[in-house]
Structure formats: structure tokens, C-alpha cells
């Protein structure tokens, strides 16, 4: 399976894939256990299993309860923006939804449509408000990526997003962000780079390369664990340093880790502290704890001081792109 796994203190992915059959179906993640199969063991995807696991997600009591709160129009709460109040609404529902794994259904169409008409501008930004400064980077990371993965990528309204986020990027703006005191977000430029590596190589424009390399250097810039990146709240978040599902609009070391990794810059040596921080989270049984997941969600996704699939989940994906890079070099 690779050199990636001689760094942890004992093999998880049984516990990763634990199926319906289980004697705790309560502990049974069937996002997890495809994302297992696919991105851990590269299993294809015509395989039965992999399929089986893939039409699990929907029937999953996450996905289920989600779309049990949404109107049939599309919107969550109420309709409009949809930013608003977190982590209720629209738009978060469709980021929560892309990242449990949820196949593109009619009622998730909706929510989509809703989206490009009620929270997205005509020059292509998604907002959080009406205000001056309600395109915010993250969440046009966090809605792009979503969009990628429902399968819009070819959807004019989404290439257009994709064009105003680089623009944005690569201009005077830069990663600033309003609610960072005007100052480079961190978690705003890992959110970008979210939304740019699910493009694949051969579909990324210039401008998007040159944002990718932007946002590259700017993290890499600072020491992950350190993090002394700009901040316009008196010093850095104890979150970036707590790892969790869904990460939201906060960002954290993994996150960050993992992003590069897809990035190709896994291999960096500038990122050793932090795989070395990422490795020392793990228990005995090769697990990572629940630090952070956000409140007033529809449904709980894991519980917070417990093992998590999830966090094990994205800890492995990075630490196999990592091996993956070396192995290239």
C-alpha cells in the first residue's frame, strides 16, 4: 500500500471501512468507506463495492437529514443568499453535501439553481451579503469546489466564478479579506486552492496557474505550525491548529497539508514540522480525534473528543500523496 503507512502506529483502514454488517452499524460511514476504497486503495469505480458504497452515501443519516430540512423550491430556512444563519443555510448545505461524498440528485439540482440565482453576482462572485465586501475567498473556494464536484465544471456560471476568484486573486485585492482586518486570510487562500486543485491540470487557465502559485507561496511563506500569518483578531486562532469535519469556512494544519499535497508540493521540506505535528495527533490504533466541528448543523457528524473517521480519513489521503511525491522525486 505504500511507505505512507510504515508512519502510522497501526493500520486504520479496516476500521475506515467498516460496512452495514458491522456489530456498530452506529459507527458505519459510508462517505468514508468510499473515499476509502477510491482514494486510499484506488479501487475503480465500476467495481460492485465501490458502487454499493458510492449509493450508501445517499441513504446515509447525514445526507438523509440534510435533505429532509430543504425546502422543495431548493433553499434551507429561507429563501434567498442563503449565507445566513450558519450553519443552517443554503450554501452551507451544499458544501456539506460535496464533502460527504453526495451523488448530484434532483432536489440537490435545485439547491444548486438557487444558488446561482440568489447568491451569486453578474460578474460571477457568490456573496454572503449584499454588503461591499460580501464576495468573500472562502466561501468562493468553498462553493466552487462544491459545484466541481456535483459536476458543473463545464457550467458557464461556475467558469465564470472560477474566472472572478483568479481576477480577484491575482489583483490588487489579493487574498485580503475584510474580515481579517483587510489582511491576507489564511484560511481564505486555503479555500481557493480548494476550489483550484479539484480542477484537473489540463483545465486550469493561466490566470487560475498563477493564482494556484500565488497562494502557494503565500502558505508556505510562514511556518504551518507557527502560524504567524496575518491576522486582524490579535494573534492566531487555536482552530487552525484543532482538526475537524466540515472545516467550514475555518481552516486548519491538515487542511492546509493536504491541499498542497494535491497541489504537487507535498515534498516541500518547508512542510515537515507540520506532517510531523499531523503525525503526533494519532493514537495508538492509528486514529486522529474530532477537535473542531461546527454547531447548529442539521445533523452531527461525528462526535467532538472521539476518534474520527473523517480526520483519519484526510490525515491518510495527505500522508499518501506525500509518499506519493517522494516516490517521484
Known amino acids: 500500500m505504500g511507505n505512507w503507512m510504515s508512519l502510522l502506529k ?10 452495514g454488517n458491522s456489530l456498530e452499524p452506529a459507527k458505519v460511514n459510508p462517505s468514508v468507506r468510499y473515499f476509502t476504497l477510491t482514494d486510499l486503495l484506488e479501487r475503480p469505480p465500476f467495481e460492485a463495492e465501490v458502487r454499493q458504497a458510492k449509493a450508501a452515501i445517499m441513504a446515509s443519516g447525514p445526507v438523509q437529514k440534510i435533505l429532509e430540512a430543504q425546502y422543495p423550491a431548493g433553499y434551507w430556512v429561507k429563501p434567498g443568499i442563503g449565507y445566513s444563519p450558519k450553519y443552517r443555510a443554503t450554501v452551507w448545505q451544499i458544501i456539506f453535501l460535496a464533502d460527504l461524498g453526495a451523488t448530484r440528485t434532483v432536489p440537490i439540482e435545485r ?16 456573496i454572503a451579503n449584499k454588503g461591499k465586501e ?21 457550467d458557464p456560471r ?17 487574498f485580503r479579506c475584510y474580515y481579517n482586518g483587510r489582511l491576507p486570510c489564511a ?10 486543485a479539484a480542477l484537473p491540470e489540463g483545465g486550469r487557465s493561466p490566470a487560475v496557474q498563477e ?30 491548529f484543532r482538526f475537524g469535519f466540515p472545516s467550514t469556512y475555518v481552516s486548519n494544519v491538515l487542511e492546509t497539508l493536504l491541499v498542497l499535497s494535491r497541489l504537487g508540493h507535498s515534498h516541500n521540506p518547508r512542510l515537515a514540522k507540520a506532517i510531523e505535528f499531523t503525525l503526533n495527533k494519532q493514537d495508538e490504533k492509528g486514529r486522529w480525534p474530532l477537535e473542531y466541528s461546527p454547531a447548529k448543523t442539521w445533523t452531527q457528524f461525528e462526535q467532538k473528543g472521539q476518534p474520527s ?9 495527505m500522508l ?10
Open 134 to 154: 460580501g464576495a468573500i475567498i472562502c466561501l468562493n473556494g468553498n462553493l466552487l469546489r462544491s459545484l466541481l464536484w456535483f459536476g458543473y465544471g463545464n
Open 309 to 317: 473517521k473523517w480526520v483519519t480519513l484526510n490525515a491518510l489521503r
Open 320 to 329: 499518501k500523496t506525500h509518499d506519493r511525491d517522494l516516490q517521484a522525486k
Open 211 to 240: 493564482a494556484i502559485e500565488q497562494g502557494v507561496e503565500f502558505l508556505l511563506s510562514y511556518d504551518l505550525v507557527q502560524a504567524d500569518y496575518p491576522s486582524g483578531h490579535g494573534g492566531v486562532s487555536p482552530l487552525w
Open 111 to 126: 439547491a444548486c439553481e438557487h444558488i446561482f440565482e440568489h447568491t451569486q453576482r453578474p460578474d460571477g462572485a457568490f
Open 158 to 174: 461556475v467558469r465564470q466564478g472560477l474566472d472572478w476568484l483568479a481576477a480577484r486573486v491575482n489583483g490588487d485585492k489579493g
Open 10 to 19: 497501526a493500520n486504520p483502514i479496516p476500521w475506515l471501512l467498516e460496512s
Open 187 to 196: 484560511w481564505g487562500v486555503v479555500k481557493v486552492l480548494s476550489a483550484f
